[in-house]
């Protein structure tokens, strides 16, 4: 097999497989009855780290609530999702470090 034929084929399939993660629209927003909408959305992603460690056990457990409002909730959602990995991020030990620098010790503060 040449160089080129497998480029060929090695792009393809990257192009196939980033096709298959390509986002679908919601087909089910906008038809529940009192859709959750940027308040539920942001709980929803609070607690998504929860959720999903049940979700694994459970099958009536999902992470997402699929018949939403739309943008307010998928917004809400993802501000509690920063929420939720990005305070765990910040808690490590390399968020106040010292070290010695000619002697002298310097605060870093992140």
């Given at each position: 097999m040449s160089?080129?034929?497998r480029a060929v084929c090695v792009g393809a399939v990257v192009l196939l497989l980033l096709g298959a993660?390509?986002?679908s629209g919601n087909e089910s927003a906008g038809t529940a009855a009192g859709q959750?909408?940027?308040w539920p959305g942001l709980w929803h992603g609070l607690i998504s780290p929860i959720t999903f460690l049940v979700?694994?056990?459970r099958?009536?457990?999902g992470?997402?609530?699929?018949?939403?409002?739309?943008a307010w909730y998928d917004f809400g959602f993802m501000v509690g999702v920063s929420i939720a990995f990005g305070s765990t991020a910040r808690a490590g030990a390399g968020s106040s470090r010292r070290r010695e620098t000619s002697g002298k010790k310097v605060v870093d503060r992140g």
């Open positions: 160089a080129r034929w993660c390509a986002a959750p909408n940027f979700s694994l056990f099958d009536d457990v992470i997402y609530e699929v018949r939403n409002s739309g």
